[in-house]
């Protein structure tokens, strides 16, 4: 299996704090994305990231951040946490646009 | 919406029944890609067509491209039971990776 880690895998959090997932891999892949997953909309892409420190939006990004400061991690960043970003999210990478993509577990966060 | 679009959106069917799946897009692509995910886990990479190909086999599948319909399909031949998940059609557009809602497989024993 790839090396890509998602921390936490399960969150319950309050509506209003800001929260951050992790993704880490230990594969040295260029590219990382942060998708969401809820029934009916299948996987939505949220950010991604073709480099350190560059980074783009995706179709649903409003409310969500990211960062690279380093090749093997990449954070989301929920601002201010609203139910409607109760998720699974799921972190990807890849080595280039035109390979496969590594898909991490999973982060079940749920905002109360 | 960048997504590509599977259809049908929900797919019961018998083993050893084969079983079709497509995916519609928008815009021009480098390649297609058709990932499996198993219930509440992450997604698996099965294909990738480029779009200069029009087939491709693995196995028991057998995905098609029709770059002037704009238009791929899934084909699993000779279904299992282990083969109940869903399957997501994948598209890049410039270096992002996005998906479509997906199609849910019953095969039932």
């Known amino acids: 299996d790839a090396g890509i880690t998602q921390s936490p895998r399960h969150k319950v959090t309050e509506t209003g704090t800001p929260v951050t997932l992790r993704c880490h891999q230990t594969?040295?892949?260029?590219?990382m994305y942060w998708y969401r997953q809820d029934p009916g909309h299948g996987l939505r892409l949220i950010h991604y990231?073709?480099?350190?420190?560059?980074?783009d939006k995706g179709e649903v990004s409003d409310g969500y951040s990211v960062s690279r400061s380093k090749t093997e991690d990449f954070l989301l960043t929920l601002e201010s946490a609203t139910s409607s970003q109760t998720s699974v999210y799921f972190c990807?990478?890849?080595?280039?646009?035109?390979?496969?993509?590594?898909f991490g577990q999973g982060t079940r966060l749920t905002v109360v | 919406s960048q997504q590509g679009e599977e259809d049908p959106q929900a797919l019961s069917i018998q083993e050893g029944e084969n079983a079709t799946m497509n995916c519609s897009y928008k815009t021009s692509i480098n390649n297609l890609q058709w990932y499996r995910q198993n219930s509440g886990r992450g997604l698996v990479h099965l294909i990738l067509?480029?779009?200069?190909?029009r087939e491709k086999h693995s196995g028991r599948l057998r995905v098609t491209l029709d770059t002037s319909k704009k238009s791929s399909s899934l084909l699993i031949t000779a279904s299992r039971a282990a083969d109940t998940a869903s399957y997501f059609c994948?598209?890049?557009?410039?270096?992002?990776?996005?998906f479509g809602k997906g199609t849910s497989l019953l095969v039932t024993p």
């Open positions: 990807a990478i890849s080595d280039g646009v035109n390979t496969e993509a590594f």
């Open positions: 067509i480029r779009s200069n190909e």
């Open positions: 994948a598209k890049v557009s410039g270096y992002a990776l996005n």
């Open positions: 594969e040295n892949h260029r590219y």
């Open positions: 990231s073709y480099g350190v420190k560059d980074t």
